[in-house]
């Protein structure tokens, strides 16, 4: 009865929102607590996936509905929704829908080396605007066993604009391998395409883990830079080097156009689409502690070379007072 209740609360509670902002829905690598302990992380990446017979798996992700990273509601998909999902020579696969009670989740087999595009789409009329809302995100896979000779092939993004209206792409860096997180503390660029061309003002607003954010709007050719903050701060003793933090960009952008969709009419199109992805500590978190340690060690070993000499040399000092001939 309880769960039911949480159920029908959480539902009521995301319809409300979804009404209000424009169903700002996102897609999500971690679990809900009640799914967890059936989910496996895999990889250097952490993919989240269930595990099938003799060893097989399959990535899980979930849908969500907010503007926070830790405390946006996870979602039932819509019936009417379109759900994509490109392997990385850009085509269609299949994804399959899993629900329960409170939550929906995308499943597929990730074989190919490279980003896998997913996609969630919905489409409805509030007021006089039509929401275009897609949730997105890039996936890699990647295992070092099939090796690293046709790795630049996997890095550039893909782009959708046959299927996708508005879609954000995060610009690659030389930095960027088949081993590649973002890091607190760097710049990443984002560009927000339109019918695949660059899109001006769109209004992207980046959330970090923690809840910090900052708004900017797309330049001519469709950039916006952020850098993303350190928001990780805890005791060195319990500090983890490698603890995955996710990122949420959403980009809104409304367009002045008439229409009618499923028998209402609209005066307005409003776009948002979401692109989420992981983020480590920054490296001069951990590199200025690696830093201390190796001072502190030079420092004993330095001391220790000095209480050596010393002692040595007075050993040596009271062996030649003892050997000297006496006056008397």
Partial sequence: ??????????????????????????????????????????????????????????????????SSVEESLFSQADSSAVLLLFDPQKQKVAVETIADHYSSAFVF????????????????????????????????????????????????????????PMQIVR???????????????????????????????????????????KVLFTDDEGIASFEIIQDYFTNWNVFDVKKIHNYLLIAEKTFTETGIHQQKAFTHIKYVTTYSEAYLPAKTNYMSFVWGLIVFFITVIASSIAVYVYRNRRNVLKKHNYELPSKY
């Avoid at 009865?1 to 979804?18: D, G, Q």
């Avoid at 760097?186 to 209004?203: I, M």
């Fill in 1 to 66: 009865m309880k769960l039911l209740l949480r159920a029908v609360l959480a539902f009521c509670i995301l319809m409300m929102f979804s009404l209000q902002t424009g169903a700002q829905i996102w897609i999500s690598n971690s679990a809900p607590k009640e799914s967890s302990s059936k989910v496996a992380l895999t990889g250097m990446h952490k993919l989240s996936t269930l595990r099938g017979k003799r060893g097989s798996t399959k990535v899980i992700q979930w849908l969500r509905s907010g």
């Fill in 109 to 164: 087999n990730n074989t190919d080396e490279g980003f896998y595009n997913l996609f969630y789409l919905t489409e409805k009329v509030h007021n006089d605007t039509l929401l275009i809302a897609c949730a997105s995100r890039e996936i890699l896979n990647h295992s070092c066993r099939n090796g690293h000779a046709k790795e630049l092939k996997y890095i550039p993004y893909k782009t959708f604009a046959d299927a996708i």
């Fill in 171 to 213: 610009e690659r860096t030389k930095a960027d391998d088949l081993h590649y997180f973002v890091t607190s503390g760097e710049f990443v660029t984002f560009r927000a395409l339109y019918d695949g061309k660059p899109a001006e003002g769109v209004k992207m607003t980046l959330v970090s883990q923690k809840g910090w954010k």
